[in-house]
């Protein structure tokens, strides 16, 4: 079985903090579906993706005064387009046409899919330590989420693996494409926030509108999803993909279906059944094991190493 190392040393400690503040994001994207469902206008979500994005980047941009500049231009709009202004639609479609378990359930596939995206697209051995981690990760979130009231719709099954693919090419190609010198993590987000409002823009207002009856529960939705859920979660998901290993750091995607999970057992004030504590049990499992690095001495130490004595040669 081949372990990715990469961009850890072998050998090294996995980073416990910063792995516990990129996971932050997807908790936080755990909360959108509750957020959508209980206060924003049913339906419009060119508009609720719009909204979720072109104001958090905006204000991202101010804050950090920073512009791309060269090839970052092309790369922020594609980035952008992969990780938010095709993802958040999309996202919204599934959840519209499908039941929030089978949703999750999509998304769950996307560490598997980063993990062959990354041998493609990074050229990365294949860790297949990982997609096993990431199946039973997607088990678990199965058995948290699913019940008998999951129907399959074909446009909702369609548009949840589009997203899923969509945001798994852009995690990979932000490991790839880094981050520029001295550029901060607020003004990658930005970024990629403006660039996904602007392509969001003209489809958001001529097919969708501004949805009637947007009142203050509304706009306290708008802001959760734009500042916390875009702005500060995509800053912490950005900078963590930069430093960790990206199989590893989709895995911790699995904490957003178990988080939406929580959230709507907590409000519908339901006790948990022993199959969902059993799925989460296993996703945490999953998500964890999916973090460790395996220890192994580096080539030099086993070139160096003193061969072992020749049997024959004790009397």
């Known amino acids: 079985m081949t372990v990715t190392l990469a961009p850890l040393p072998a050998g090294a400690r996995v980073p416990v903090g910063r792995t516990a503040l990129t996971a932050l994001a997807p908790a936080v994207w755990g909360s959108t ?41 092309w790369r922020s709009l ?21 039941p929030g378990g089978v949703a999750a359930t ?9 993990a062959f995206l990354a041998v493609a697209v990074l050229q990365e051995r294949l860790s297949l330590r990982r997609v096993a981690w990431g199946g039973v990760g997607m088990l678990g979130v ?10 399959l719709d074909p446009v909702g099954v369609v548009s949840g693996l589009a997203g899923t693919l969509s945001m798994a090419m852009g995690v990979v190609l932000t490991k ?28 958001a207002l001529v097919v969708d509108g501004v949805p009637p009856g947007v009142d203050g529960p509304a706009l306290a ?11 500060l979660a995509y800053t912490l998901w950005f900078d963590g993909i930069r430093r960790l290993p990206v199989t590893a750091t989709a895995l911790l995607g699995l904490l ?38 395996r220890r192994t001495r580096p080539a030099h130490e086993l070139a160096e190493a003193p061969a072992p004595p020749d049997p024959r040669s004790t009397r």
Do not use: D
């Open 33 to 73: 579906y509750l957020v959508t469902t209980h206060l924003l206008p049913e339906g419009h979500p060119l508009f609720a993706a719009l909204a979720r994005s072109l104001p958090a980047g905006v204000i991202a941009l101010l804050v950090a005064r920073q512009l791309p500049h060269g090839s970052w231009w």
């Open 78 to 98: 594609v980035l952008g387009t992969l990780n938010m202004g095709a993802f958040f639609p999309l996202l919204f479609v599934a959840a519209q046409h499908l």
């Open 106 to 114: 999509l998304g769950g596939v996307q560490p598997i899919v980063v």
């Open 142 to 151: 199965a058995m948290v989420v699913l019940g008998p009231e999951a129907a």
């Open 176 to 203: 790839r494409w880094g981050r520029p010198e001295g550029v901060r993590p607020i003004s990658l987000a930005g970024w990629q926030l403006t660039a996904a409002g602007l392509v969001l823009l003209v489809p």
């Open 221 to 231: 939705g708008y802001a959760w999803l734009g500042l916390v859920g875009a702005l």
């Open 256 to 293: 957003s279906p178990l988080v939406a999970a929580a959230l709507g057992a907590a409000v519908a004030s339901e006790a948990l059944t022993a199959v969902q504590l059993l799925g989460f049990a296993l996703a945490l499992t999953a998500m964890v094991a999916g973090q460790l690095v």
